[in-house]
């Protein structure tokens, strides 16, 4: 799946696991991985001893209470958006940044083009498009408005500051 | 009126470009149904019964003379010849071509104007009170609020994909002409004890299938706060509104759920996090958008006229005009004149291109140039000179917008319906013809005064017909077209829901039906009293038990 980082597509070698990567009879690939949260908290034994990096997927029905408190163990979080319409991840994205997380901040799931530019603006760091979604021009999304009303996570001020 | 400077024209310049590359995309069978159905709905346009339908946003209502020519054009151009105003104050077009959208945003940007956010699950067009500015009994004028936060949730980058849509109102009168209580959001601009002026912060208000009155979460917050509380609503909204049922999706249902001292708690917690930021509303920038909205420069001999007077005394239908169509302006010498959508056997809202050069005409030659849009579909000159009024009665008179009807039984706030909406389940347009006919003799439409009717043709109530004194809402039965009458409702300060007055009635008997419940009403009326006061004394069981008796 192409990765967007700082507008051009780039290597990924991270894999997200889900719930079948965490079967009694599987083994758990080796390598960095992103767990989603809820596999995480029920996992963690086993992951203990798990060689590569871990990141965590999280989406709006995670309770992140806790995980705010621990961010800087995980050099990325993934914000997973499972349909199009769900939104949350926008301001989940924005409270991670302002809880001062330094790591990676990556969106994955439904993506459409016309999201990329938001989600630069609300803080993700990396994007996560889907082979089926993924076109090259996509990449001039990101720079289709050149000026904004309002501040957000990226560096732009408030217009009344500017 | 607000001007655009350079980011504010460049925005909406690139965003007309923006769109022109995703419609350009579209029709080559790049972008699927679905992905484009995302991107249109955030420029305004869905797909009707018949055609597209674009949505223009009226920001809190302000048009000037040049937008309207131009919608006059486009109208023109590129539709059949009309437009028709929302209850949001916006503007509509029914029958643009798809691939003719991106001009049409194109010839929009040019006079300062754009469809961004005029649907879709996201902040929508701001609305206010259509006299604000030139009330009395305004504390401020609410217009330079409405422009800030305008711009602050303008392409927002984290409220495009809200649980459902958002609208806020902002009034600054203590009589609310901006049914503020039915909203997501709904600002009151108001004095604290020490004299500051401020909002109280009401949430949770809406209409729909699940009426709400909204509830009030903070009694006074200061201005420099405005944004970063707003941030915090939206913000906890996002994050907690339900996702899986659209129709349990509005913020009323939130509110609700959680009660709103727990809401009150999430929002203060987040507000606690962001009010110190850049979202502090410096007073340089709410004195800055101030300028745009000072009085204009009145003539102080206006009232000096005498010549008024005298055509009031001479002509009685001027007169009735005069005194239902016009209301006192905050100047000696001036009237806010109402320019009445809701002719005779004509959709209410409508207005054809002709109409809307005529009204641009008007502004320009009598009143500085400016028209607002009203929530009950009607328009405002809002700066008339006593001494022009006669003339802008007959030019308004002979472009069949005068009808002397604003306020009454007639003045109809009415959805377009069965006729063009895909989401309706009965015709309104027919029915507000019925009515007109019943209702055919004017002076016993004012005999009954003040009387607010909403006509919604479907539970999404588009037309608030729970907050008309009188509701009528279409239902399908069996693909019969029948309407379901309710009674009491209220969007002014006093609001409240209409409750249902029994079984829907046909579509044939609407008209007849009312006539019975206006006798009840001038049965028991106490001189002066106005309908929803009296049925607010007297109560729902009179009206049931006259319009429901058996006939003998």
Known sequence: MPLLINREVVADNWSLLNEESFAPEATLSSGDIIVPYALYLEHKARLAEHDGQIALQVNGDDDLTELLENLDQFPMIAIDFPIFRDGRGFSIARILVRAGYKGEIRATGDIGRDRLAYMERCGFTAIQVADDQFKPEMLDAFGEISNFYQSATDNIRAVYHQ | ?552
């Open chain 2, 1 to 552: 009126m607000y001007q655009y400077n350079e980011v504010d024209q460049q925005l909406v310049n690139e965003r007309v470009e923006q769109y022109r590359d995703q419609t350009r995309r579209y029709l080559a069978g790049e972008l699927s149904e679905d992905d484009f159905l995302a991107l249109r709905l955030m420029n305004g346009l869905y797909v009707q019964r018949h055609a597209p339908m674009l949505r223009v946003a009226g920001p809190y209502g302000m048009y000037n003379s040049t937008q309207l020519r131009k919608l006059a054009h486009i109208a023109r151009t590129y539709d059949k010849g009309y437009a028709h105003f929302t209850t949001r104050t916006n503007i509509q077009f029914n029958w643009p071509k798809l691939e003719e959208v991106p001009d049409i945003l194109a010839e929009l940007a040019s006079v300062q104007m754009h469809a961004i956010q005029t649907s879709g699950n996201c902040i929508r067009n701001t609305t206010t009170d259509q006299f604000a500015g030139v009330i009395a009994d305004e504390i401020e004028d609410p217009r330079p609020y409405c422009e800030i936060i305008r711009q602050w949730s303008s392409l927002h980058p984290e409220f495009a994909y809200l649980p459902r849509k958002f609208k806020i109102a902002v009034s600054a009168s203590p009589t609310d002409r901006a049914a503020t209580q039915v909203h997501d959001i709904g600002l009151h601009i108001v004095k604290n004890e020490a004299g500051e002026v401020g909002f109280e912060v009401l949430v949770g208000g809406g209409l729909g299938r699940t009426p709400v009155i909204g509830k009030q979460i903070r009694p006074f917050l200061a201005k420099e706060d405005l944004l970063s509380y707003l941030e915090a609503i939206v913000r906890v909204y996002n994050l907690n509104g339900r996702r899986d049922n659209k129709y349990k999706a509005r913020i009323k249902i939130l509110v609700q759920t959680m009660g709103i001292d727990q809401f009150r708690e999430l929002v203060d917690a987040e507000w606690e996090q962001i009010r110190d930021t850049d979202l502090k509303l410096p007073s340089t920038e709410i004195d800055r958008v101030k300028t745009f909205f000072t009085p204009f420069e009145y003539d102080q001999t206006a009232k000096d006229d005498t010549t008024l007077e005298q055509k009031l005394v001479e002509d009685d239908a001027f007169r009735t005009w005069y005194e239902r169509n016009t209301v006192n302006h905050k100047v000696a010498g001036y009237r806010i004149t109402y320019i009445s959508l809701k002719p005779y056997l004509k959709p209410a809202g409508d207005v054809t291109d002709q109409q809307l050069d005529l009204i641009a005409d008007l502004a320009d030659k009598y009143s500085f140039g400016e028209i607002r849009a009203t929530h009950n579909q009607n328009l405002v000159l809002a700066d008339v000179k006593n001494s022009d009024l006669y003339a802008v009665w007959q030019i308004l008179t002979d472009a069949n917008l005068a009808r002397p009807n604003i306020g009454t039984l007639t003045d109809m706030t009415v959805c377009p319906g069965g006729d063009f909406c895909a989401l309706a389940n009965a015709k309104t347009l027919g029915i507000a013809d019925q009515i007109n006919r019943k209702f055919e003799d004017m002076d016993y439409v004012y005999d009954l005064g003040d009387l607010k009717l909403n006509m919604s043709g479907c539970i999404n109530a588009c037309s608030h017909h729970h907050v008309g004194h009188i509701g009528i809402l279409g239902v399908d039965k069996k693909g019969e077209d029948w309407y379901q009458i309710t009674l009491g409702g209220d969007d002014g300060s006093n609001a409240a829901l209409g409750k249902v007055m029994g079984k829907s009635v046909a579509s044939d008997e609407v008209a007849d039906t009312l006539q019975k419940v206006i006798e009840v009403y001038v049965e028991n009326r106490f001189e002066n009293e106005r309908f929803i006061d009296t049925f607010q004394r007297i109560g729902m069981a009179p009206f049931k038990e006259y319009v429901y008796a058996p006939a003998n």
